[in-house]
């Protein structure tokens, strides 16, 4: 979700496993060498939108050779279930059709062994309200605009802050049934704690892959 800390937990795990000895990039999701480009991103980003291939679903296959072929973890924040998949929930697409986008790209990173990191709010509604207040405007007005208009919202006829809430939190019912299917670890508001977020984070990442 918004302001659920991937940012900051994609840096200070890559320092954290930097400063353990190992080796590790963190990609965030505006990063021009960034090995996924997404429709999502560029449009947040105000970027020209590229040609269908550019954002082909096979660079996921090439993102899993590239991990299986170098040493270290990589880390790319936002980029599978909030930009990839994610669009196809807020678009209104079929359930079954978002299930199938997460799957797909599931399966193309298996070679890799992933682990898919996913910080959760214990309270939606809060942390809607927390993260708006922390950026301000014009951003806050900018994030209800952009959900109210997105076709599930207008189907239900939300808008605002009860838009944005209740897209969260149908959101999680479906990340629900998708994370069981792969590799997995939930963080409940790691902002609580980051040492202990980065800690179970860390201890996951580097435990060996069975």
Known sequence: MIGSGKSTTAERLAAKLIGGGA????????????PVRTRSVDRLLGTDEGPPA??????????????THEAGTTIVEST?????????????????????????V?????????LLVYLRPSDVASAIRRVHAE??????????????????????????????????????????????????LVVVDPQRDWTAALTEIYDAVTAPVT
């Open 23 to 34: 080796t590790a990039h963190a990609f965030n999701e505006g990063a021009d060498d960034h």
């Open 54 to 67: 550019a954002y082909a679903a096979e660079q996921w296959n090439a993102l899993a050779d590239r991990c």
């Open 135 to 184: 950026r301000g405007e014009p951003w806050s007005s900018g994030n209800y605009a952009f959900v109210s208009a997105c076709a599930w919202a207008r189907r239900r006829g939300l808008v605002g802050e009860r838009a944005v809430v209740e897209l969260y939190r149908e959101w999680e019912r479906v990340v629900d049934g998708l994370l069981p299917t792969i590799d997995s």
């Open 80 to 104: 599978f279930l909030q930009n990839t998949v994610m669009p196809h929930f807020t678009d209104g697409e079929p359930r079954a059709v978002v299930e199938a986008v997460f799957a797909d």
């Open 106 to 114: 599931a399966a193309r990173l298996t070679p890799a062994a992933p």
